[in-house]
């Protein structure tokens, strides 16, 4: 045990060393920043949002299909991806543990013992001793500059972290789920269509092989007419691949092995609710949960970078024994051992690997502080892209609904004009080839839409709020 005059020259000693270093670092308290993202000006002048207007977590339950509830349900619950993310936030959830443990005193237990044989220099005779050293050691470092304590901030915010990246890659997986469903029932309608055309297609072609054999018409338009009929032919096992694939992956996604998907309602009846008000640029920045991972890993950053400069402090350590000799050689009581102490660890040369340290962690931080004002700067983008694509696919869906029609009218007037011998094959055929162009048209841009719309509600974040956690520390 230290006498006191050893611990008064010892903080005679340090005391120098340890005011010098206060006065060197006093100049390093890390400071956190501004976080300051541009906003769009169209942003700017949004107003608040409408109670009973903001997005549902369960969003895609607005196309009211039970199907595609079901199975973004399905993979919500058994995607692989999902499951690898729950897996990284139970590990971040122990490492917070790990972290705050190191906060804590720690108490040790030990026993050392021995025999031995010696030579009684009175008598001559050997004789045996066994020696026992039971003890107990607790030792406690205090945290003078918050070094413990800001890893422990860093701890917690790369949990809230894993947590967000766990929700931005469930919001991925249901959106990715819902457009591949959504594509898929309009590869069901495209295929209707190339069935439906193809019927009518045989039906021509067994009228032109009909007026050529009582001679009204010529080779010719039997061979037009067949051409077209296999043109049409040949669409139909390409969307049937396209379907095979589209079933494949939708499966592979909700965690099971590629099977048939089952269907709801027809693309046509699916809904398409109006837009959301989506507010001020603060509420889209609170519903994203990239943008609060992104935060999350700034705060993560700074907490580690405060850490590292405390690493240029010294620390204080305290520490404390407790224990007894017990040996059969002594006779009465065993002896009893205490020690209490503390240690001042401070750096004076490490050949600038702290110093380093501290740099690492100040870049770190610059580069999370890019990723978040990326983060705030995309999210806008794929907003104002998505709003622009529903807009103007709606327009076009108009115009093309439009022409559908008239190429419609344009087909029953040609083919009765070619009946009653007033035109020719030919403009029936153009009328058919252009009117199924149409048609596959417009079913693809009412997919487009639903598509938009899906990628709209990923982009304001699919009604995702935040944990109490991530709100306290957006707020800090």
């Not at 007419?225 to 691949?241: D, F, K, M, N």
Request: charged share 20%.
């Amino acid at each position: 045990m230290r006498s006191p005059s050893a611990l008064t020259a010892c903080r005679a000693t340090l005391a120098p060393v340890v005011l010098a270093l206060l006065q060197a670092c006093s100049s390093m308290t890390p400071t956190t920043p501004t976080l300051e993202a541009t906003v769009p000006a169209a942003w700017q002048s949004r107003g608040p949002a409408t109670p009973g207007t903001t997005l549902e977590a369960g969003w895609w339950r607005a196309f009211g299909d039970p199907v595609l509830d079901q199975l973004v349900n399905q993979a919500l619950a058994h995607n692989t991806d999902l499951r690898s993310a729950a897996a990284r936030v139970a590990e971040a959830r122990a490492l917070v543990d790990v972290q705050r443990a190191a906060g804590l005193p720690t108490l040790e237990a030990a026993f050392a013992g021995s025999r031995s044989q010696s030579i009684s220099a009175a008598t001559g005779k050997p004789y045996l001793s066994t020696v026992g050293l039971p003890q107990f050691q607790a030792s406690y470092e205090v945290d003078l500059w918050g070094r413990i304590d800001a890893l422990n901030q860093a701890s917690d915010a790369q949990l809230q972290a894993s947590e967000a990246a766990r929700d931005s890659a469930a919001l991925s997986v249901a959106a990715t789920m819902a457009s591949g469903y959504i594509n898929l029932r309009a590869l069901d309608a495209r295929l209707d269509v190339a069935r439906q055309t193809l019927a009518a297609r045989d039906s021509a072609l067994k009228l032109a092989r009909s007026r050529q054999e009582r001679g009204y018409t010529s080779a010719l338009e039997t061979q037009q007419s067949e051409a077209e009929y296999r043109a049409t032919a040949a669409v139909i096992p390409q969307l049937q691949l396209a379907i095979r694939r589209q079933e494949h992956a939708l499966s592979v996604l909700a965690g099971s092995p590629p099977d048939p998907v089952p269907r709801g309602l027809p693309l046509t009846e699916l809904k398409l609710v109006a837009l959301p008000d989506l507010g001020l640029p603060s509420d889209l920045l609170r519903r994203r949960p990239d943008i609060a991972g992104a935060e999350a890993q700034l705060a993560t950053s700074d907490a580690q970078l405060a850490a590292a400069r405390a690493q240029l402090l010294p620390s204080l350590r305290l520490s404390a024994t407790l224990g007894s000799i017990r040996s059969s050689a002594l006779t009465g009581d065993p002896f009893k051992l205490w020690s209490l102490g503390s240690s001042v660890l401070a750096p004076l040369f490490e050949g600038g690997r702290l110093r380093a340290g501290v740099k690492a962690s100040d870049a770190r931080r610059d580069q999370a502080l890019a990723s978040y004002e990326k983060a705030v700067l995309t999210a806008f983008g794929e907003v104002e892209d998505q709003l622009a694509s529903v807009d103007e696919l709606s327009k076009q869906s108009i115009e093309v609904d439009a022409q559908r029609v008239a190429l419609e009218e344009t087909l029953r007037v040609a083919s009765n004009r070619y009946r009653e011998g007033y035109a020719s094959h030919l403009d029936e055929l153009d009328a058919q080839r252009n009117l199924f162009s149409a048609q596959q048209t417009a079913l693809q841009l009412r997919a487009d839409e639903l598509a938009a719309r899906i990628n709209l509600d990923r982009a304001l974040g699919g009604g995702w709020q935040p944990t109490p956690a991530t709100r306290a520390a957006s707020v800090r």
